[in-house]
C-alpha cells in the first residue's frame, strides 16, 4: 500500500492531540465535530481517518501509553536518584494528559484489541521498572503497584467533565507532588485491600 502523505499523517496527529485533550475535559463522548474545530479539520477528515468513535478512542489510549512508556525510558535512562526517576516520569505522564486512559476503564470499546494490549503491556513493564528501581533503593513503599500509581494519575490529572474549573492544569503538579510524598517510605499508615495491577483494572466489576 502506499504510504500516506505527509500532511495526511499530520492531520491524523492534530486529530489525535485535540481527543486527547477533549476526552480529558469532557470525556469519551464529546461531540466529534468538537473534536475536529479543535483539531483544525474536516468534520470528513476525521471520518476518513477514523470509521467510529471507538476507532478514534483506540487511537487516543493507544497514543497517551505509547507516549507516556517513552516518559518512563526517558526518566530511567537519564535519572541517577531513583525516586527523582519516579517523580520525573509521574509529572511527565501528567504532561501527557494520562487522564484520557478514563476511557479505557470505561468498556465502551474492545479493551482486547492486539493494538491495546501491546501498547499497555509496554507501558505496565515500564512503569514497574522505575518503580522497583525505586523500591529496590528503599525509597518507595511496598504495598503499591502499578495500578494504584496509573489510577492516582488518573484521577488527578483529569478534571470532573462539565465542571467549571477553567484553570484545571495549573493544580495538578502541586497535587501529584503531595502524592509523591505519601509513595515514600517509611509508610505512615497501612493501605486497605491490596495493590492494584493493570488487570485489576480490566476485571469487570
Known amino acids: 500500500m502506499p504510504r500516506p502523505r505527509a500532511d495526511a499523517l499530520r492531520n491524523r496527529e ?20 468538537e473534536v475536529a474545530r479543535r483539531a483544525g479539520v474536516g468534520n ?14 483506540r487511537e ?3 497514543s497517551v501509553m505509547d507516549r507516556t512508556s517513552e516518559r518512563a525510558e526517558e526518566a530511567l535512562a537519564e535519572e ?9 516520569f509521574v509529572h511527565a505522564a501528567a504532561d501527557e494528559r494520562i487522564g484520557a486512559l478514563c476511557p479505557m476503564l470505561s468498556g465502551t470499546f474492545d479493551k482486547d484489541h492486539p493494538d491495546l494490549d501491546g501498547s499497555r503491556r509496554r507501558l505496565e513493564r515500564q512503569v514497574e521498572e522505575v518503580m522497583e528501581r525505586a523500591r529496590a533503593a528503599g525509597q518507595l513503599r511496598t504495598d503499591i503497584a502499578v495500578g494504584d500509581l496509573l489510577v492516582a494519575l488518573s484521577q488527578l490529572t483529569r478534571p470532573l467533565p462539565g465542571s467549571d474549573c477553567t484553570d484545571f492544569d495549573q493544580f495538578v503538579h502541586r497535587h501529584l507532588q503531595l502524592f509523591l510524598d505519601g509513595l515514600q517510605t517509611p509508610a505512615r499508615s497501612e493501605l486497605p485491600g ?8 480490566r476485571r469487570p466489576a
Open 14 to 33: 492534530r486529530i489525535v492531540g485535540a481527543a486527547r485533550e477533549m476526552f480529558v475535559e469532557f470525556g469519551p463522548e464529546v461531540p466529534l465535530d
Open 44 to 57: 470528513a477528515t476525521v471520518y476518513r481517518n477514523f470509521a467510529d468513535r471507538s476507532v478514534l478512542i
Open 60 to 62: 487516543v489510549v493507544c
Open 80 to 88: 541517577a536518584d531513583a525516586f527523582q526517576a519516579l517523580r520525573r
Open 194 to 201: 491490596s495493590a492494584a495491577t493493570l488487570e485489576d483494572l
